[in-house]
C-alpha cells in the first residue's frame, strides 16, 4: 500500500512537468518532429561523388586545405557540386538534394531546381504513404485533431521544400578552454591557438605557450544563414620556422593539428556549455584531449522558443506518457540485444520518432538515455523497469567516468556539462535512491519470493542502487557516498524488524494460514490451547501466556519459514555483495536477536510461576536449540562463541532433573520386585546379572540421552546439568544397592541368586564407570567427577560387604573341614626335623599334605567351581578373598593353635574357632582372676598336644597348595596379595614359633611383652621397695645384676591362718640354663608391711645385652606342706635402667602380668615342653596368677 502511494506521488509529480502541461511548447515540439520525421536525416539523398580535376586552384570544402596534383586532385558531386578531398568526403553529412535546390535557386538554375523539389516532394509523399503509424502516433501523442494533423503536415512540408533559404540565426561561441592536448614541440609541450569556422568566415583564439591545458575564454559572433552549415573548431600547435612558412603557401596550414570538433548548425539552441572530444582528421592524426565551448544561439523567428534539448525532453516525455496511458499504466519495454540495446527505448515507431527527432535536431544518445531514466523513475516499480533503469545508468556512468585515453578531461567536469542539467540529474537520482531505499525495507512485501518476475526486480532495483553508488563515487566524485551494500543490508535489517514484528502480533493467525489446512483441525487445536493455556484470561488473540508454551513452537516455526524464504530465494537474488551481504545469514542474525529478547523476557516470567510442565520447557529447548544450530551458529557475529540460549533454560532443565529424581526411583523399585518376584534369573546364557540392573540403567540413559541430545554450548551450564545428574544416579544406584543388602541375608543360603545379587552391583559399578566415560571421563567436571568417585567406592564397599556376608554363611562348613583337616594332621607321625632337600622326604611330606587337605579342598571344590561359574571376575575375586581370611583364619585357630577345650581343666579358655589369638589373653584372664594359683603342671597337663615340626612341615606345604588353589594360575588371588595377607603372616608365625629355641621365645617375649604391670596400675595389692644395680665387667663383658629388696608395703591378703609374707626374686632372660635365675627372702611373720634389706646377685654372661632380661618379683605367702599362694607380682626390664645403671624405687603389685597376642602364644608353645626346665619355670611364672583369699568369719 505504502509502495503505490510512492508510485502515485512519483507519477504525479511526473505529469505536474511543465513538458507535459505546456502547450505551447508542446505544439511546437510537434511542428519540430514532423519536420524531423517528413523529410528524416536518416533517408536524405547522398552526395553523388566522382573522380574530378580542377583547371585552377581550389580548395576543399570540408578542410579548406588546397586539392594537390596535375590532374585527378578531388572528388566532386554531380548534384550540388560540392568539391572535397577523398579523404573529406565521408565528412560531409548534409542532404545533396537540399544543398542541390538552394544553389540552383540561388544561380537562377529553375528547372533544375524545381527537378529538385519535385523529388523531394515525391520523397515526403512516399515517406507520409509508407509510415502514416508514426505521423498518428504523433497526432495522437499531441492530442491533435485530424484537420488541423493535415494543415500542419502541408505547413511542415512547404518548410522543408524552402530549405534553408529563408533561415539564419546569430551564434556566440566562446572558446573557454582545453584539457590533455597532445605534445607537438621537442620541448615535450605544444603552443595552442584555436580557429573557429562557421560557413566561409573564419576567427582564431591567442596562442597560450607551452601549454597542455590552455585556457583562453575568448569570444566570437557569426551570422549563419544555412541551416545545413558546421562549426568547425580546430586546435593547432603554433610553429614559426622556415618549413611552417613553406607549407603554408600550399596548403594554408603551416602549423601542427592538435584536433578538431565538428558542430551541426542545425542541432543548436539555446545557450550550452559542452565538453567537445577532439577528434582526428585523418587516420595518420595524432589527437587527445577535449575542448570546452559556450554557445548561443538566437534562431531567427524562433528566439523565444525553447532549446532543442528541452524540446526533447518534452517529446520524450509526452511520448512516454502516452504510451504508458495506452498500456494501462505499466510499461511497455522493448525486445532487444546487442551492445547498443540500451539505447532503444519504445517499440520500433516510438523509437523512430525519438531517434530522427535526436538526429535532426543534434541531441546526444547520453541525454536521450538521461531523459529516459527521468521517466522510467516514475514507474520505476513496474515490471522490469528497474533492469531497464540499471543498465541506462550503467552505460550514463561508462560515459562520463570511463575517460579514453584522448581525453583527460575529469568525470565531473564532464557530467557539469551536461545539457540535461547536473543538479537536475542529481537530484532525480536522489529521490529514486530514497524511494528505492523504502521499498527495500519492504522488500517481503514488493518483491514477494513467490513470483519470479518479482525477484528479478529486487535484483535488478540493488543493481540500480550500486549503480547509484557508482554514479556518486566516480562521476560526481563523491568523497564517501553510502555503500551499496551497506544500504542494501540497512534495508534488510528494517525489512526483517518489520517482519518479525508482524510475525509476533500474528503469529497465531499466520501459523495456521501456513501449516494448517484442515478447518476442523484448527478449530479443535484453538480449542484445546484456550482450554490449556486459559486464553480468555492470558494470552489473548493467540500470544504468548504464562499458563502455556504453544505460542513460541509457532513463532519458530515461521522465523525458519522467513530464513528459509530469505536463504534460498532472497540470497540467490542478492548476491551482489557476496563478502559483504548475505541476505540468509542477516535474516537469521536479526530474527535470533529479535527473538532471543523475547524468549528471555519470556522465560524469566515463566521462572517465577512455573505453571507449565518441565518436559514442556524441555521440548521448547529442543526447538530453540535447532533454530540456533542450524541457522545461527555459523552466522559471523555468533560463530565461535557460547550463546545465551542454555542459560534461559537452566533453572527448567534442572526443575526436570529434580523430577526425573522421583520418576527414576519409581522405576527402580518396580524393576526390583520385578526382577524379585521372578527369582533375579539371568538376563541371558552370558549374563550374570539379572534383568533390575538393565531396567535401571535404561531409565538413567534415557535421561543422560536426553541431556547429551540438549549439546549445552555453555560448559558452565553443561557441568551445572552434570553435577545434578550425577546426583540422581548417586540416590537411583545407592537405593538399588540398599534393596539388595536389604534382601541379601536372607538369600544367602541360595548361592546362585546370592552370585546374581552381587553381580548385580557389580554391574552398577561397570555401568557408572560406562557413565562417567561418556559424561565426560578426566574432563568431567571435578564435582560431578567427585560424586561418582564416591558413588563408586561407596558400591565398592557393598559388594565388600556381601562378599563377606555370604562367605561367612560358609564359615561353619568351612571350620568343620579345617576341623578335619586337624584331625587328620594330628595322626601323621614322626619326630624330628624333616629335610625337604631330600627329594623322598619332600614327596612324603607332599603326600600327607594331600592326604591332609582332602576334606577342604573338597568342600572348595564344589563351592568355588560353583562360584566361578555365577560370579563375575571382581565378584569372584572378591569373594576368594573373604573365603581366603576364613581358611587361613581357622588353620590358625583351629589347627596350630588349638584352644583348651579340657571340661576338667583349672584353666578353662574356652575359644571359639573364630577367636583370635589375641583373644586368648583375655579369656584366660577372665577365667583364672578368680581361681587359685594355676601351676605349670597343670597348664602343660590340660593343653592339647604340640605340632611336631614334621606336622609343621605338612601343614607348611598344605598352605602352599591352599594358596596355589586360590591363585588359580592368575585367574583367582594375585600371589602378591597371598603372601601379604595378615591371616597368612599371623599364620605362618605362629609355626614359626614351633621351630625357635626356648631362648630364642624367652627373649621375644621380653622384647614384646612391654605393659606386664598394667594389672598394678588398675588394681594394686601392695608395694614392694626394690634397688637394682646393673654391672658390666670391662675384660669379659660378663653382665651382673645386684637386686636388694628392702622391704613390702600395705599389703592386700585376707587370711585364716598365719600370714607369713616373702619376696621372690626371678631373672627372665635367654641363656640362664646353667645359671641361677631365682632368690627367695626369708618369710615375715604377720605383717602386712615387711622390711627385709636383703640382697641378691645375678650372673647374665656376655651372650646378650641387657636389654633381653627382666625382672619378675612375686610377693607369696609362705605355707607348710603346700603350695606357697601368690599375694602379687610386678615385672621391672632391664633396658629401663641400662643408661642409669642402677634404680631405687617402690613398685607396685598387681594380681597378675598383661600378655599380649605374642605373650600368650610363646607362653602356650613353651607350656607344650615338658622335657625343658627353663620353659615349665618361665611358663609357670608367666601364668601364675593371684588366687581366692580365705573368707574371714
Known amino acids: 500500500m505504502a509502495a503505490q502511494k510512492r508510485n502515485a506521488g512519483i507519477a504525479s509529480a511526473m505529469v505536474a512537468r511543465a513538458?507535459?502541461?505546456?502547450?505551447?511548447?508542446?505544439?511546437?515540439?510537434?511542428k519540430k518532429t514532423l519536420q524531423a520525421l517528413i523529410y528524416p536525416i536518416s533517408s536524405t539523398t547522398p552526395h553523388n561523388f566522382q573522380i574530378w580535376t580542377a583547371t585552377s586552384p581550389t580548395y576543399c570544402y570540408e578542410c579548406?586545405?588546397?586539392?594537390?596534383?596535375?590532374?585527378?586532385?578531388?572528388?566532386?558531386?554531380?548534384?550540388?557540386?560540392?568539391?572535397?578531398?577523398?579523404?573529406?568526403?565521408?565528412?560531409?553529412?548534409?542532404?545533396?538534394?537540399?544543398?542541390?535546390?538552394?544553389?540552383?535557386?540561388?544561380?537562377?538554375?529553375?528547372?533544375?531546381?524545381?527537378?529538385?523539389?519535385?523529388?523531394?516532394?515525391?520523397?515526403?509523399?512516399?515517406?507520409?504513404?509508407?509510415?502514416?503509424?508514426?505521423?498518428?502516433?504523433?497526432?495522437?501523442?499531441?492530442?491533435?485533431?485530424?484537420?488541423?494533423?493535415?494543415?500542419?503536415?502541408?505547413?511542415?512540408?512547404?518548410?522543408?521544400?524552402?530549405?534553408?533559404?529563408?533561415?539564419?540565426?546569430?551564434?556566440?561561441?566562446?572558446?573557454?578552454?582545453?584539457?590533455?592536448?597532445?605534445?607537438?614541440?621537442?620541448?615535450?609541450?605544444?603552443?595552442?591557438?584555436?580557429?573557429?569556422?562557421?560557413?566561409?568566415?573564419?576567427?582564431?583564439?591567442?596562442?597560450?605557450?607551452?601549454?597542455?591545458?590552455?585556457?583562453?575564454?575568448?569570444?566570437?559572433?557569426?551570422?549563419?544563414?544555412?541551416?545545413?552549415?558546421?562549426?568547425?573548431?580546430?586546435?593547432?600547435?603554433?610553429?614559426?620556422?622556415?618549413?611552417?612558412?613553406?607549407?603554408?603557401?600550399?596548403?594554408?596550414?603551416?602549423?601542427?593539428?592538435?584536433?578538431?570538433?565538428?558542430?551541426?548548425?542545425?542541432?543548436?539552441?539555446?545557450?550550452?556549455?559542452?565538453?567537445?572530444?577532439?577528434?582526428?582528421?585523418?587516420?595518420?592524426?595524432?589527437?587527445?584531449?577535449?575542448?570546452?565551448?559556450?554557445?548561443?544561439?538566437?534562431?531567427?523567428?524562433?528566439?523565444?522558443?525553447?532549446?532543442?534539448?528541452?524540446?526533447?525532453?518534452?517529446?520524450?516525455?509526452?511520448?512516454?506518457?502516452?504510451?504508458?496511458?495506452?498500456?494501462?499504466?505499466?510499461?511497455?519495454?522493448?525486445?532487444?540485444?546487442?551492445?547498443?540495446?540500451?539505447?532503444?527505448?519504445?517499440?520500433?515507431?516510438?523509437?523512430?520518432?525519438?531517434?530522427?527527432?535526436?538526429?535532426?535536431?543534434?541531441?546526444?544518445?547520453?541525454?536521450?538515455?538521461?531523459?529516459?531514466?527521468?521517466?522510467?523513475?516514475?514507474?520505476?516499480?513496474?515490471?522490469?523497469?528497474?533492469?531497464?533503469?540499471?543498465?541506462?545508468?550503467?552505460?550514463?556512468?561508462?560515459?562520463?567516468?570511463?575517460?579514453?585515453?584522448?581525453?583527460?578531461?575529469?568525470?565531473?567536469?564532464?557530467?557539469?556539462?551536461?545539457?540535461?542539467?547536473?543538479?537536475?540529474?542529481?537530484?532525480?537520482?536522489?529521490?529514486?535512491?530514497?524511494?528505492?531505499?523504502?521499498?527495500?525495507?519492504?522488500?517481503?512485501?514488493?518483491?514477494?519470493?513467490?513470483?519470479?518476475?518479482?525477484?528479478?526486480?529486487?535484483?535488478?532495483?540493488?543493481?540500480?542502487?550500486?549503480?547509484?553508488?557508482?554514479?556518486?563515487?566516480?562521476?560526481?566524485?563523491?568523497?564517501?557516498?553510502?555503500?551499496?551494500?551497506?544500504?542494501?543490508?540497512?534495508?534488510?535489517?528494517?525489512?526483517?524488524?518489520?517482519?518479525?514484528?508482524?510475525?509476533?502480533?500474528?503469529?497465531?493467525?499466520?501459523?495456521?494460514?501456513?501449516?494448517?489446512?484442515?478447518?476442523?483441525?484448527?478449530?479443535?487445536?484453538?480449542?484445546?490451547?484456550?482450554?490449556?493455556?486459559?486464553?480468555?484470561?492470558?494470552?489473548?488473540d493467540g500470544g504468548p501466556s504464562i499458563k502455556s508454551l504453544d505460542f513460541w513452537p509457532k513463532l519458530i516455526s515461521l522465523i525458519i519459514s522467513v530464513i528459509e524464504e530469505d536463504k534460498n530465494s532472497y540470497t540467490l537474488v542478492l548476491n551482489q555483495f557476496p563478502q559483504e551481504l548475505h541476505v540468509g545469514q542477516v535474516s537469521a542474525e536479526l530474527m535470533w536477536t529479535l527473538f532471543s529478547v523475547d524468549m528471555k523476557y519470556a522465560l524469566e516470567e515463566h521462572e517465577q510461576h512455573k505453571l507449565c510442565k518441565s518436559i514442556d520447557y524441555m521440548n521448547l529447548l529442543f526447538k530453540v536449540k535447532w533454530l540456533y544450530n542450524k541457522y545461527v551458529a555459523d552466522v559471523p557475529p555468533y560463530k565461535g562463541t557460547i550463546p545465551e540460549y542454555p542459560g534461559w533454560f537452566e533453572p527448567f532443565v534442572l526443575q526436570w532433573l529434580g523430577e526425573n529424581d522421583d520418576v527414576s526411583l519409581e522405576y527402580l523399585h518396580s524393576a526390583y520386585d520385578r526382577d524379585k518376584k521372578d527369582g533375579f534369573q539371568q538376563t541371558a546364557e552370558h549374563s550374570l546379572f539379572s534383568a533390575s540392573v538393565v531396567d535401571v540403567f535404561t531409565q538413567l540413559n534415557q535421561c543422560f540421552d536426553v541431556i547429551k541430545k540438549l549439546e549445552c554450548p555453555d560448559p558452565n551450564i553443561l557441568n551445572c546439568y552434570m553435577r545434578r545428574f550425577a546426583k540422581t544416579i548417586n540416590k537411583v544406584l545407592l537405593a538399588y544397592a540398599d534393596l539388595v543388602r536389604r534382601d541379601f541375608p536372607r538369600l544367602t543360603s541360595r548361592e546362585k541368586t546370592a552370585c546374581i545379587l552381587m553381580n548385580n552391583i557389580q554391574q552398577l559399578r561397570v555401568q557408572l564407570e560406562k557413565v562417567f566415560e561418556s559424561m565426560g571421563g578426566n574432563d568431567l567436571d571435578p564435582e560431578a567427577a567427585n560424586i561418582?568417585?564416591?558413588?563408586?567406592?561407596?558400591?565398592?564397599?557393598?559388594?565388600?560387604?556381601?562378599?563377606?556376608?555370604?562367605?561367612?554363611?560358609?564359615?561353619?562348613?568351612?571350620?568343620?573341614?579345617?576341623?578335619?583337616?586337624?584331625?587328620?594332621?594330628?595322626?601323621?607321625?614322626?619326630?624330628?626335623?624333616?629335610?625337604?632337600?631330600?627329594?623322598?622326604?619332600?614327596?612324603?611330606?607332599?603326600?600327607?599334605?594331600?592326604?591332609?587337605?582332602?576334606?577342604?579342598?573338597?568342600?572348595?571344590?564344589?563351592?568355588?567351581?560353583?562360584?566361578?561359574?555365577?560370579?563375575?571376575?571382581?565378584?569372584?575375586?572378591?569373594?576368594?578373598?573373604?573365603?581366603?581370611?576364613?581358611?587361613?583364619?581357622?588353620?590358625?585357630?583351629?589347627?596350630?593353635?588349638?584352644?583348651?577345650?579340657?571340661?576338667?581343666?583349672?584353666?578353662?579358655?574356652?575359644?571359639?574357632?573364630?577367636?583370635?589369638?589375641?583373644?586368648?589373653?583375655?579369656?584366660?584372664?577372665?577365667?583364672?582372676?578368680?581361681?587359685?594359683?594355676?601351676?605349670?603342671?597343670?597348664?602343660?597337663?590340660?593343653?592339647?598336644?604340640?605340632?611336631?615340626?614334621?606336622?609343621?612341615?605338612?601343614?607348611?606345604?598344605?598352605?602352599?597348595?591352599?594358596?596355589?588353589?586360590?591363585?588359580?594360575?592368575?585367574?583367582?588371588?594375585?600371589?602378591?596379595f597371598l603372601d601379604k595377607s595378615p591371616e597368612l603372616q599371623s599364620l605362618r608365625y605362629a609355626l614359626s614359633l614351633y621351630t625357635q629355641t626356648t631362648d630364642t621365645l624367652i627373649k621375644t617375649f621380653v622384647n614384646t611383652q612391654t605393659s606386664q604391670d598394667q594389672p598394678s596400675s588398675e588394681d594394686p595389692v601392695g608395694e614392694i621397695s626394690i634397688q637394682v644395680d646393673l654391672f658390666t665387667h670391662p675384660g669379659t663383658g660378663e653382665h651382673k645384676v645386684t637386686v636388694k629388696v628392702v622391704a613390702a608395703n600395705d599389703l592386700k591378703w585376707q587370711t585364716t591362718g598365719m600370714f607369713r609374707p616373702f619376696v621372690e626374686v626371678n631373672l627372665v632372660g635367654p641363656h640362664l640354663s646353667d645359671k641361677r635365675r631365682k632368690h627367695t627372702t626369708k618369710s615375715k611373720s604377720n605383717n602386712w608391711s615387711p622390711k627385709y634389706n636383703e640382697t641378691f646377685h645375678f650372673i647374665l654372661g656376655n651372650e646378650e645385652d641387657p636389654d633381653a632380661y627382666e625382672l619378675h618379683f612375686c610377693v607369696k605367702d609362705y605355707c607348710f606342706a603346700r603350695e606357697d599362694r601368690l599375694l602379687g607380682v610386678a615385672v621391672m626390664q632391664l633396658r629401663d635402667i641400662v643408661e642409669q645403671g642402677s634404680c631405687a624405687c617402690w613398685c607396685a603389685l598387681g594380681k597378675r602380668v598383661q600378655l599380649d597376642e605374642t605373650g600368650w602364644t610363646i607362653l602356650r608353645i613353651l607350656s607344650q615342653r615338658s622335657n625343658d626346665e627353663v620353659a615349665k619355670e618361665f611358663v609357670k611364672l608367666k601364668s601364675e596368677c593371684r588366687g581366692q583369699e580365705d573368707v574371714v568369719v
Open 19 to 30: 513538458s507535459l502541461n505546456d502547450e505551447e511548447l508542446k505544439m511546437h515540439v510537434y
Open 64 to 540: 579548406e586545405g588546397l586539392l594537390w596534383g596535375i590532374a585527378r586532385q578531388g572528388v566532386r558531386c554531380t548534384e550540388c557540386g560540392v568539391k572535397t578531398h577523398e579523404k573529406c568526403k565521408d565528412l560531409l553529412n548534409a542532404d545533396c538534394l537540399s544543398r542541390a535546390a538552394e544553389k540552383s535557386s540561388k544561380h537562377g538554375a529553375d528547372d533544375k531546381a524545381h527537378s529538385i523539389i519535385m523529388t523531394m516532394k515525391d520523397r515526403m509523399k512516399t515517406r507520409e504513404k509508407n509510415k502514416p503509424e508514426i505521423f498518428e502516433a504523433i497526432r495522437k501523442v499531441f492530442s491533435v485533431d485530424k484537420k488541423s494533423h493535415a494543415g500542419h503536415m502541408k505547413a511542415v512540408k512547404q518548410s522543408v521544400l524552402d530549405g534553408t533559404s529563408k533561415w539564419s540565426a546569430k551564434l556566440a561561441i566562446t572558446v573557454i578552454c582545453a584539457q590533455g592536448l597532445i605534445a607537438k614541440d621537442k620541448s615535450g609541450t605544444s603552443d595552442p591557438y584555436v580557429t573557429v569556422q562557421v560557413g566561409k568566415t573564419k576567427k582564431r583564439t591567442k596562442t597560450v605557450l607551452q601549454d597542455l591545458n590552455p585556457v583562453w575564454n575568448e569570444k566570437f559572433y557569426f551570422e549563419c544563414h544555412n541551416a545545413s552549415d558546421r562549426i568547425k573548431v580546430r586546435v593547432w600547435d603554433e610553429d614559426d620556422d622556415f618549413k611552417s612558412r613553406l607549407m603554408s603557401k600550399f596548403n594554408r596550414e603551416s602549423d601542427d593539428f592538435l584536433g578538431q570538433a565538428i558542430i551541426e548548425v542545425r542541432t543548436l539552441s539555446g545557450e550550452m556549455d559542452v565538453w567537445y572530444n577532439l577528434e582526428k582528421r585523418t587516420d595518420k592524426s595524432a589527437v587527445s584531449g577535449a575542448i570546452r565551448l559556450h554557445i548561443s544561439v538566437e534562431i531567427k523567428g524562433e528566439e523565444k522558443v525553447a532549446p532543442y534539448h528541452v524540446q526533447y525532453t518534452c517529446l520524450h516525455e509526452n511520448l512516454f506518457h502516452y504510451l504508458c496511458e495506452e498500456a494501462g499504466g505499466s510499461v511497455k519495454l522493448p525486445v532487444v540485444k546487442g551492445d547498443d540495446a540500451w539505447k532503444v527505448y519504445f517499440d520500433d515507431t516510438a523509437q523512430e520518432i525519438v531517434d530522427e527527432f535526436a538526429m535532426r535536431y543534434g541531441i546526444e544518445s547520453i541525454y536521450q538515455a538521461m531523459t529516459h531514466f527521468s521517466c522510467l523513475s516514475s514507474k520505476y516499480m513496474c515490471a522490469g523497469v528497474p533492469a531497464v533503469m540499471s543498465t541506462l545508468l550503467a552505460n550514463i556512468n561508462a560515459y562520463y567516468a570511463h575517460t579514453t585515453s584522448n581525453t583527460a578531461v575529469s568525470a565531473s567536469d564532464r557530467f557539469a556539462a551536461s545539457n540535461f542539467g547536473k543538479e537536475k540529474f542529481v537530484k532525480l537520482l536522489d529521490q529514486v535512491h530514497n524511494s528505492v531505499r523504502i521499498d527495500l525495507s519492504m522488500y517481503r512485501n514488493n518483491f514477494p519470493a513467490s513470483n519470479p518476475e518479482k525477484l528479478q526486480d529486487l535484483k535488478s532495483t540493488v543493481d540500480l542502487l550500486t549503480s547509484i553508488t557508482f554514479f556518486r563515487m566516480k562521476v560526481q566524485e563523491l568523497s564517501s557516498p553510502p555503500r551499496a551494500s551497506q544500504v542494501v543490508k540497512d534495508c534488510v535489517k528494517a525489512c526483517m524488524k518489520s517482519t518479525y514484528q508482524f510475525l509476533y502480533e500474528n503469529c497465531d493467525e499466520l501459523y495456521q494460514r501456513e501449516f494448517q489446512t484442515d478447518a476442523t483441525e484448527k478449530e479443535q487445536q484453538q480449542q484445546a490451547q484456550q482450554k490449556e493455556s486459559g486464553q480468555g484470561q492470558d494470552g489473548q
Open 788 to 976: 561418582l568417585k564416591e558413588l563408586q567406592s561407596k558400591l565398592s564397599g557393598v559388594l565388600d560387604e556381601l562378599a563377606s556376608m555370604f562367605a561367612n554363611s560358609l564359615e561353619l562348613k568351612i571350620q568343620g573341614s579345617v576341623q578335619e583337616l586337624g584331625a587328620l594332621l594330628a595322626k601323621v607321625k614322626g619326630g624330628g626335623n624333616v629335610a625337604l632337600s631330600k627329594p623322598s622326604d619332600r614327596q612324603n611330606v607332599s603326600h600327607e599334605a594331600d592326604m591332609v587337605l582332602r576334606p577342604l579342598m573338597d568342600l572348595l571344590d564344589g563351592s568355588l567351581s560353583l562360584y566361578a561359574q555365577m560370579c563375575e571376575k571382581t565378584v569372584l575375586k572378591r569373594l576368594l578373598k573373604e573365603l581366603w581370611r576364613i581358611v587361613i583364619h581357622s588353620l590358625e585357630k583351629s589347627v596350630v593353635l588349638p584352644p583348651l577345650t579340657d571340661p576338667g581343666s583349672n584353666l578353662p579358655l574356652l575359644l571359639s574357632n573364630t577367636a583370635k589369638i589375641e583373644d586368648v589373653s583375655r579369656l584366660f584372664l577372665n577365667h583364672v582372676s578368680g581361681k587359685q594359683q594355676v601351676s605349670f603342671l597343670e597348664l602343660s597337663k590340660e593343653a592339647e598336644k604340640n605340632l611336631t615340626p614334621r606336622q609343621c612341615a605338612v601343614l607348611d606345604m598344605a598352605l602352599d597348595t591352599i594358596k596355589q588353589y586360590f591363585h588359580a594360575g592368575g585367574s583367582g588371588l594375585k600371589k602378591t
